[in-house]
């Protein structure tokens, strides 16, 4: 009897030490996000699988480039017809602890985000479970809530079309400021405990009149394309990010994106460090506490942003999801060719494309980027060839930088085109 209860004790005792094991494993929500692991191609991608003597040049001119505007790190990708030729990384992820570029390091890509929500946009077309001229509000409409119809004076907004929102053409306008980048102003003006969540920001935006009548011209707005992320989730019935991640980018082989969190405690794993200018002085945070930061770490609500910017990548899934969903054989679309041509031909009628910032027979398709922080440019040209550039620090320029980009970009291409690798990295994985 005593050898046999000194047994039972043994195994309470094996039993009770797997649980505790277990336990301590288990991720907090903080955790869960500096646990996992890097992903896909960014896990196996290097910089010395891109290296070349015939692009020593070009090499030390990305370098001046970035001395040139104070830029710690940077990523330069090249893609032709759906082959990754080239992916290098340059200067710093995170000098402070000792972190190069790498291609795989993953950043934020700011209004490049509207791209992939465009694209998230088709799919539920495609799938039956959305038209472009369905109406976004009023008792008829996608986002039919009591709460956002009570808070319409201007009659328009139920004239307002998910096509007018990938358009900016929805009669949405920042005169009296970007609705996204208020949070402060809200908390203050409606007596708000917390930032505005995204559907208290729909409620208190929706109260201002319309600049213009819907589809009569166009203006540039970020709320619309969280109003487009707050569209999907309402027709899937699953959060945005999660949505998008199965259906949307998983499908194009793209396996680290995610949506950005506001402070560089919660960086994903393998994520840049991002960079203020020197002389940029602290600001206070977005949620009214009585702290000062760092713009680019608080300054502003990022996550809040979702499919209008809060997107990290690195260069290379991003390469991968542009050949997704560019109408090439190659690598397989996950759009159709009709939905492809719909967001990328050109017509006089509309200044932008479908999640595009422009599209151009001649000039290509263009898709840039700007936050605190950081900045993106992707460059799609008619001959099959696609130039990607990320960058971790905020240029003094603000977003009349990407014509910088823009200028830098088609140098090089026009110099060293021709003397990319004959390799294809999106097949190492």
Same mark, same amino acid.
């Given at each position: 009897?005593?050898?046999?209860?000194?047994?039972?004790?043994?195994?309470?005792?094996?039993?009770?030490?797997?649980?505790?094991?277990?336990?301590?494993?288990?991720?907090?929500?903080?955790?869960?996000?500096?646990?996992? !692991?890097? /992903?896909?191609?960014?896990?196996?991608?290097?910089?010395? @699988?891109?290296?070349?003597?015939?692009?020593?040049?070009?090499?030390?001119?990305?370098?001046?480039?970035?001395?040139?505007?104070?830029?710690?790190?940077?990523?330069?990708?090249? @893609? +032709?017809?759906?082959?990754?030729?080239?992916?290098?990384?340059?200067?710093?992820?995170?000098?402070?602890?000792?972190?190069? @570029?790498?291609?795989?390091?993953?950043?934020?890509?700011?209004?490049?985000?509207?791209?992939?929500?465009?694209?998230?946009? #088709?799919?539920?077309?495609?799938?039956?479970?959305?038209?472009?001229?369905?109406?976004?509000?009023?008792?008829?409409?996608?986002?039919?809530? &009591?709460?956002?119809?009570?808070?319409?004076?201007?009659?328009?907004?139920?004239?307002?079309?998910?096509?007018?929102?990938?358009?900016?053409? !929805?009669?949405?306008?920042?005169?009296?400021?970007?609705?996204?980048? +208020?949070?402060?102003?809200? #908390?203050?003006?409606?007596?708000?405990?917390?930032?505005?969540?995204?559907?208290?920001? &729909?409620?208190?935006?929706?109260?201002? /009149?319309?600049?213009?009548?819907?589809?009569?011209?166009?203006?540039?707005?970020?709320?619309?394309?969280?109003?487009?992320? #707050?569209?999907?989730?309402?027709?899937?019935?699953?959060?945005?990010?999660?949505?998008?991640?199965?259906?949307?980018?998983?499908?194009?082989?793209?396996?680290?994106?995610?949506?950005?969190?506001?402070?560089?405690?919660?960086?994903?794993?393998?994520?840049?460090?991002?960079?203020?200018?020197?002389?940029?002085?602290?600001?206070?945070?977005?949620?009214?506490?009585?702290?000062?930061?760092?713009?680019?770490?608080?300054?502003?609500?990022?996550?809040?942003?979702?499919?209008?910017?809060?997107?990290?990548?690195?260069?290379?899934?991003?390469?991968?999801?542009?050949?997704?969903?560019?109408?090439?054989?190659?690598?397989?679309?996950?759009?159709?060719?009709?939905?492809?041509?719909?967001?990328? &031909?050109?017509?006089?009628?509309?200044?932008?494309?479908?999640?595009?910032?422009?599209?151009?027979?001649?000039?290509?398709?263009?898709?840039?980027?700007?936050?605190?922080?950081?900045?993106?440019?992707?460059?799609?040209?008619?001959?099959?060839?696609?130039?990607?550039?990320?960058?971790?620090?905020?240029?003094?320029?603000?977003?009349?930088? !990407?014509?910088?980009?823009?200028?830098?970009?088609?140098?090089?291409?026009?110099?060293? !085109?021709?003397?990319?690798?004959?390799?294809?990295?999106?097949?190492? &994985?």
């Amino acid at each position: 009897m005593k050898i046999r209860n000194k047994q039972y004790v043994y195994a309470a005792i094996a039993v009770l030490a797997v649980l505790i094991v277990c336990i301590l494993l288990i991720p907090t929500e903080k955790e869960g996000k500096s646990s996992s !692991s890097i /992903r896909g191609i960014n896990a196996v991608i290097t910089n010395e @699988m891109s290296d070349t003597e015939s692009l020593t040049k070009m090499e030390r001119e990305v370098k001046t480039f970035m001395q040139r505007w104070q830029i710690r790190g940077m990523e330069l990708c090249v @893609m +032709r017809n759906d082959s990754l030729l080239y992916a290098k990384g340059f200067g710093w992820a995170d000098k402070e602890n000792d972190e190069p @570029m790498r291609p795989g390091t993953i950043m934020r890509v700011a209004s490049v985000s509207k791209l992939i929500t465009a694209a998230g946009i #088709m799919k539920l077309v495609e799938d039956g479970k959305l038209r472009l001229d369905d109406k976004v509000f009023g008792p008829a409409g996608i986002l039919n809530d &009591t709460e956002f119809t009570e808070s319409i004076t201007d009659k328009g907004y139920f004239d307002i079309t998910v096509e007018q929102l990938l358009r900016h053409e !929805s009669g949405l306008t920042i005169r009296r400021g970007d609705p996204m980048f +208020r949070s402060r102003d809200w #908390m203050n003006i409606y007596h708000l405990k917390k930032a505005p969540d995204q559907e208290t920001l &729909t409620s208190i935006a929706l109260k201002k /009149r319309l600049g213009y009548t819907p589809g009569k011209s166009h203006e540039y707005s970020n709320f619309g394309y969280l109003l487009l992320s #707050m569209i999907i989730e309402r027709k899937t019935g699953q959060d945005y990010e999660k949505w998008m991640q199965k259906n949307v980018l998983e499908p194009a082989g793209c396996e680290d994106f995610h949506l950005a969190y506001n402070t560089y405690e919660e960086r994903y794993p393998g994520e840049s460090r991002y960079h203020m200018q020197d002389n940029d002085p602290p600001v206070p945070k977005y949620d009214n506490s009585p702290d000062s930061v760092v713009r680019c770490y608080g300054g502003n609500d990022i996550r809040m942003l979702k499919g209008a910017g809060a997107w990290v990548c690195s260069g290379p899934e991003l390469a991968r999801f542009i050949a997704a969903i560019d109408g090439r054989k190659g690598v397989p679309d996950i759009l159709s060719i009709k939905s492809v041509r719909a967001m990328t &031909t050109y017509t006089e009628d509309h200044k932008y494309g479908l999640g595009w910032n422009s599209v151009h027979p001649v000039k290509g398709w263009i898709r840039t980027g700007s936050l605190s922080g950081t900045s993106a440019y992707v460059g799609y040209f008619p001959d099959g060839e696609c130039w990607i550039l990320l960058s971790n620090t905020h240029a003094w320029k603000g977003p009349r930088f !990407s014509r910088t980009v823009h200028n830098f970009i088609a140098d090089c291409r026009n110099r060293y !085109s021709g003397k990319m690798p004959k390799q294809d990295l999106f097949s190492i &994985t």
